[in-house]
């Protein structure tokens, strides 16, 4: 088969991204016998890759690792007859149909597009953070809380997030200290409020954490930095929860499908639907609000539906 046909294929179609909810709408569009294709990445899996255990998702009464999980996805998928290609996808076109997606210099053509590229926590952005990370360090309170029963735990942040995220973890550890570099919160007053009220959080102001430290296997501790006098202290905490924010995978698609201000894909209401008709979008790359696994596989669902009665649409016109 020359370079040529392969190219000239058009995909029922292609699937961005490779988390629970691109992996879901996978399993869902190949058994509708639509062969799809899934660009999964060369971060495959999503953000379950780094989180050790994942508790909360249903049928797994003993729990299950994040890896495990997708790879049982994974199988799943390509059992019904999904591609896999495990690269980036570096440039679409989705201004007509059939719609281009590129893996550097190589095109590939679509009728439809599922995009599932997820969201990434932010960081801060120190080495010994990444060191411990998944031994001490999260991202997410509603994943790991449980771990941390009895323990002195930070949080670092200061908007709605961070509150919730502290109030969560109040029923877990045993102290809460809330680190945030500035001396007012941006969170909602009723939300501030509530978290300051709460006899196991302690806010420490005008600070931010400066070092993890630990002992080769977890953290034991962490250095934290005064912005006004420069003072460091180092507390014997050992978990840092990170509420900083998350930035939508969305960088591809900029000027192409609608986003809100934070750069989240929007889809029309109750639907998978993006502004651009035959392209769909599932998890957390535009669902800023639940971001879990089951709430991801559930919208993937819903895109790999949405996408094959558009293509049946399309076909009977």
Same mark, same amino acid.
């Given at each position: 088969?020359?370079?040529?046909?392969? =190219?000239?294929?058009?995909?029922?179609?292609?699937?961005?991204?490779?988390? #629970?909810?691109?992996?879901?709408?996978?399993?869902?569009?190949?058994?509708?016998?639509?062969?799809?294709?899934?660009?999964?990445?060369?971060?495959?899996?999503?953000?379950?890759?780094?989180?050790?255990?994942?508790?909360?998702?249903?049928?797994?009464?003993?729990?299950?690792?994040?890896?495990?999980?997708?790879?049982?996805?994974?199988?799943?998928?390509?059992?019904?007859?999904?591609?896999?290609?495990?690269?980036?996808?570096?440039?679409?076109?989705?201004?007509?149909?059939?719609?281009?997606?590129?893996?550097?210099?190589?095109?590939?053509?679509?009728?439809?597009?599922?995009?599932?590229?997820?969201?990434?926590?932010?960081?801060?952005?120190?080495?010994?953070?990444?060191?411990?990370?998944?031994?001490?360090?999260?991202?997410?309170?509603?994943?790991?809380?449980?771990?941390?029963?009895?323990?002195?735990?930070?949080?670092?942040?200061?908007? =709605?997030?961070?509150?919730?995220?502290?109030?969560?973890?109040?029923?877990?550890?045993?102290?809460?200290?809330?680190?945030?570099?500035?001396?007012?919160?941006?969170?909602?007053?009723?939300?501030?409020?509530?978290?300051?009220?709460? #006899?196991?959080?302690?806010?420490?102001?005008?600070?931010?954490?400066?070092?993890?430290?630990?002992?080769?296997?977890?953290?034991?501790?962490?250095?934290?930095?005064?912005?006004?006098?420069?003072?460091?202290?180092?507390?014997?905490?050992?978990?840092?929860?990170?509420?900083?924010?998350?930035?939508?995978?969305?960088?591809?698609?900029?000027?192409?499908?609608?986003?809100?201000?934070?750069?989240?894909?929007?889809?029309?209401?109750?639907?998978?639907?993006?502004?651009?008709?035959?392209?769909?979008?599932?998890?957390?790359?535009?669902?800023?609000?639940?971001?879990?696994?089951?709430?991801?596989?559930?919208?993937?669902?819903?895109?790999?539906?949405?996408?094959?009665?558009?293509?049946?649409?399309?076909?009977?016109?």
């Amino acid at each position: 088969m020359s370079q040529e046909v392969q =190219d000239t294929k058009i995909e029922n179609v292609i699937i961005i991204g490779s988390g #629970p909810a691109g992996l879901t709408s996978a399993i869902y569009s190949a058994r509708a016998n639509l062969a799809p294709l899934m660009i999964e990445g060369e971060e495959a899996g999503g953000q379950l890759m780094l989180t050790t255990e994942v508790e909360n998702f249903p049928g797994f009464e003993h729990g299950v690792t994040g890896s495990e999980l997708i790879g049982v996805m994974r199988k799943q998928a390509e059992r019904f007859g999904t591609r896999f290609i495990t690269r980036n996808v570096t440039k679409v076109d989705f201004s007509q149909r059939p719609f281009k997606v590129w893996i550097g210099d190589k095109l590939h053509l679509a009728k439809t597009i599922i995009i599932s590229t997820g969201a990434s926590a932010k960081y801060l952005g120190l080495p010994s953070e990444r060191t411990y990370m998944n031994r001490g360090v999260s991202a997410c309170a509603t994943c790991d809380g449980a771990f941390f029963r009895n323990q002195e735990i930070v949080v670092v942040g200061g908007g =709605d997030t961070a509150m919730e995220e502290a109030q969560f973890l109040t029923r877990f550890a045993s102290k809460v200290y809330l680190v945030h570099r500035r001396d007012h919160f941006r969170a909602s007053k009723i939300m501030a409020e509530r978290t300051m009220k709460n #006899p196991k959080v302690e806010v420490i102001w005008n600070s931010e954490v400066i070092e993890v430290i630990g002992d080769g296997k977890s953290m034991t501790g962490a250095k934290i930095r005064n912005v006004v006098d420069e003072t460091v202290k180092e507390m014997p905490v050992t978990g840092l929860f990170l509420a900083i924010g998350h930035k939508p995978n969305t960088d591809l698609f900029k000027g192409v499908l609608d986003m809100n201000e934070t750069g989240y894909l929007v889809t029309q209401p109750n639907t998978t639907y993006t502004n651009i008709p035959g392209v769909f979008a599932a998890g957390d790359v535009q669902d800023h609000v639940y971001r879990q696994a089951i709430t991801a596989a559930g919208t993937g669902c819903m895109a790999a539906i949405d996408a094959e009665r558009w293509l049946e649409g399309q076909e009977s016109h």
